[in-house]
């Protein structure tokens, strides 16, 4: 299960501060403490108006690969943005995010093939969010077409099938974790991801909610998810998913969790 | 008013809500006085949202109950009898975004506080804005958007009220995510607001109430 780190956004008030008064200090601790937690990608976010966007995608990209190895997972819904963006990596970034919706297969996944990046692809199209599993696969077969069409190999592809919150739709989560599973089904090479809090939202005892969520899903398939890579319960409770799914050779990954504290004391 | 409805109606029970209505009407109460039974559970039931004391689902479920005490009492209503409202709001997320959620606790915030409130959805061009504004006629409008990508249809909204000659009829607000006085000034909206409770206090205060 590959952890996408979620904290550096810009959506975020704290981290919109430090992105505005140009926090080093703030931007690569919250980096670093994100590496050393295991993430596979950190997430770099500048959530600001488009007019600054790029230069303040640019400044994060360059203060945290100043500190930690890890790559990065760009994430704009502005191709203009992302394309000075990438000039700024230096490896091979994943792209948060294609969709369904024409600007975004026409802005956004030609960069995405023309530098091999891994690429998220979001479940929907101009229309919205389809309602149901058997419409979101829809679109998902109206993506993948296209990035086939564009030399995008079908393991770069990480599909979102969306997970709306359980508070204003009970069948959210099976709705989302029925589209995991056919894409399974469908797109063996595919990868699937999730941004994991959605879920709960509007609910208390998020944490809950969350850690029930994912396991279910990683029954279902999710391989990779956006996350607070130092939320110790959601650790604990993919550890043990992964460990009770077989997958856990010598539950070596477990033991060595429990050493380090995951479990708590 | 009714304690038996109030008391249904906050704790959830939604058959026993329904039944209550449904017996008073039958015995003869006016259904202004269920109506307003029923604002007063609205006004508790928003408190508590507010205060963190119950959730999202629980005011949808709130709103389903009032849904179908209307249906019960409503055919009773005489026209006079119709419930005065304190004004009329259209409110409406801006084209290019799709978050609903924290419109429709503004929307149902506003309806529970006393005002007429036309919803126009999510992804609303501006055009349509303007449209329901002239058919409508309220006196505020309220522009909703999470995305850093609706601050410019914000904006274009604003302008396009001013372009048909109805910016000086309405107040506008906004709100979603971030936002700041910087950004106000930027959408030219008159306010903005950090949440439901500020949308209503804004609402009131531009109709004078």
Known sequence: ???????????????????????????????????????????????????????????????IQAVTETPLCLDSANPAALSVAIKAVNKTPMINSISGEP?????????????????????????????????????????????????????????DPLAMTISTDIQSANIAIGTMRAVRAEIPEAHLTCGLSNISFGLPARSHINRVFVTLAMQAGLDSAILDPLDQEMKAAIITTELVLGRDRHCLGYTRAFRAGVFGK | MSKALIDAITDMREEDAVRT??????????????????????????QRF??????????????????????????????????KKLGRVVIG?????????????????????????RDLGVD???????????????????????????????????????DAGLRDKVKVMIGGGQMDDQIRQYTRADAYGKDAMAAVALAKSWVGG
């Open chain 2, 50 to 83: 507010e205060a963190g004391d119950c959730f999202v689902p629980e005011l949808i479920l709130a709103g389903e109950v009032l849904h179908q005490i209307s249906d019960v009492v409503k055919p009773k209503l005489t026209q006079t009898a119709k419930q």
């Open chain 2, 21 to 46: 209505a449904k017996e008073m009407v039958d015995k003869g109460t006016s259904p202004m006085e269920v109506l307003e039974s029923c604002r007063e559970a609205m006004t508790i039931i928003g």
């Open chain 1, 1 to 63: 299960m590959k952890i996408i780190g979620e904290k550096i956004n810009g959506t975020r008030k704290r981290v919109a501060q430090a992105i505005a008064e140009r926090d080093t200090v703030f931007i690569q601790d919250l980096a670093c403490k994100q590496a050393e937690a295991g993430a596979a990608w950190l997430d770099v976010n500048a959530g600001t108006h488009p007019s600054r966007e790029a230069d303040d995608l640019v400044w994060l990209i360059e203060n």
């Open chain 2, 124 to 162: 609303v061009p501006a055009a349509k804005f303007v449209e329901a504004v002239k058919e409508f006629q309220p006196q505020v409008v309220g522009l909703s958007g999470f995305l850093t990508l609706a601050y410019d249809p914000m904006k274009n909204t604003v302008q396009a009220l001013k």
């Open chain 1, 103 to 159: 600007a975004r297969l026409e802005g956004i996944l030609p960069l995405a093939a023309e530098h091999g990046c891994p690429v998220i692809a979001l479940a929907m199209d101009d229309k919205g969010i389809p309602k149901t599993m058997e419409d979101r696969m829809t679109v998902i077969r109206r993506v993948v077409a296209e990035t086939r069409r564009q030399g995008l190999p079908d393991g770069n592809l990480y599909f």
């Open chain 2, 93 to 117: 997320t801006v084209e290019g975004d799709i978050h609903d959620i924290g419109k429709d606790i503004v929307t149902f915030m506003l309806d529970v506080n006393g005002f007429e409130v």
